[in-house]
């Protein structure tokens, strides 16, 4: 369907996976990036199956999930790095209340095949506790990382600014994440800063992931975690702010195990057009790939795959991500 060469715009996960997708194609393109922080270059990576207070599957989980995690495999594979930890994921609860809605939700249908087992909470200031199978953490940073590496040796990579108000003799690609949605491409946005924590700590369990209370704690290796994350949407940049640096904190301390001594404190955006599901589709001359929100681990690969083919052969996508129809009925 395009016959120029493409221009993919940003090198987060979005940027990234598309690359990854054109190049298994052998179809042309290069990949511009401004080499200014992004919410991917600060996220955990977490993949977790069953969230939020009512416990329910992440949105289409089911599809999306196996291929993410082949996808990660085969370029570890090719790339001779590791970035894709599998782990277990351990969901907290601490109100009764709460507790007692989502035992409702244990034996759901969508729910069950995430399930591995309820267990003993690991201290009295839990009430209950879910292990939960299809959790990981990407490295994102380092994904990211060998992916520009291997981009650059390659002849695909070139960093720089790209005007949007500019003519093209390219097909351009938007995958701009939070940086073009707070500029207005495509139209308003749900943006949300978050700040995080890397932590360190000796002799705590380094096998699972915790989830409780709205807040995560992801062990990274060798005594060191990541946790957070507050939600804030006044304002949207990538600075810390020693209210969030306290309010992670808080959340370090109900989910782990002990003290810790916080190492590293990192702020991002979340690219948010409605909660955390991307949307790709034209803009004009040119194409768009965003929206990815806390959950670019789990939908960049498929959602990439799917641009992908829509490029190359003018397969369109399915609705729910085309942007197009999301477009539509904003102004509906």
């Known amino acids: 369907m395009i016959k120029t060469p493409l221009r993919i715009v940003g090198q987060g996960l979005a940027g990234t996976c598309l690359a990854w997708a054109l190049l298994e194609r052998g179809v042309p393109f290069e990949v511009t990036d401004r080499e200014r922080g992004g919410s991917s270059r600060v996220a955990a990576g977490m993949i977790n199956p069953v969230t939020g207070k009512n416990f329910q599957p992440s949105w289409r989980i089911g599809e999306f999930l196996p291929g993410a995690i ?25 109100d009764a209340r709460i507790w007692s809605k989502v035992q409702g939700k244990l034996a759901d249908p969508e729910v069950t095949p995430w399930i591995v087992s309820e267990v003993h909470p690991p201290d009295d200031r839990w009430i209950a506790a879910v292990e939960l199978c299809g959790g990981g953490r990407l490295d994102v940073r380092e994904f990211l990382d060998v992916s520009r590496d291997f981009f650059k040796a390659n002849g695909l990579y070139h960093p720089g600014e790209v005007d949007p108000h500019s003519p093209s003799a390219v097909t351009r690609v938007w995958c701009e994440g939070a940086t073009g ?6 139209g ?52 810390t702010t020693e209210k969030g640096r306290q309010q992670v904190e808080e959340i370090g301390r109900r989910l782990a195990p002990g003290d810790f001594e916080v190492i590293h404190h990192e702020a991002g955006v979340r690219p948010i057009l409605r909660r955390s599901q991307p949307l790709i589709g034209p803009v004009g001359e040119d194409w768009f790939f965003n929206g990815l929100g806390s959950k670019g681990s789990l939908y960049a690969p498929g959602v990439a795959e799917q641009l992908a083919h829509w490029l190359i052969d003018g397969t369109a996508p399915d609705p729910d991500l085309d942007l197009r129809l999301f477009l539509q009925n904003l102004s509906a």
């Not at 085969?74 to 782990?87: A, D, G, S, V």
């Not at 949605?181 to 495509?186: D, H, N, S, T």
């Open 70 to 94: 082949e996808f990660y495999k085969r370029l570890e594979e090719q790339l001779q790095r590791h970035f894709w930890y599998p782990m277990p994921v351990l969901r907290l609860w601490s």
């Open 181 to 186: 949605l707070i500029a207005g491409r495509p």
């Open 188 to 239: 308003p946005h749900r943006c949300a800063k978050g700040e995080i924590l890397t932590i360190r700590a000796i002799g705590w369990e380094e096998h699972q992931i915790r989830v409780g209370d709205g807040g995560w704690l992801i062990p990274i290796g060798n005594g060191v975690y990541k946790t957070g994350a507050t939600y804030g949407w006044d304002v949207l940049d990538e600075t």
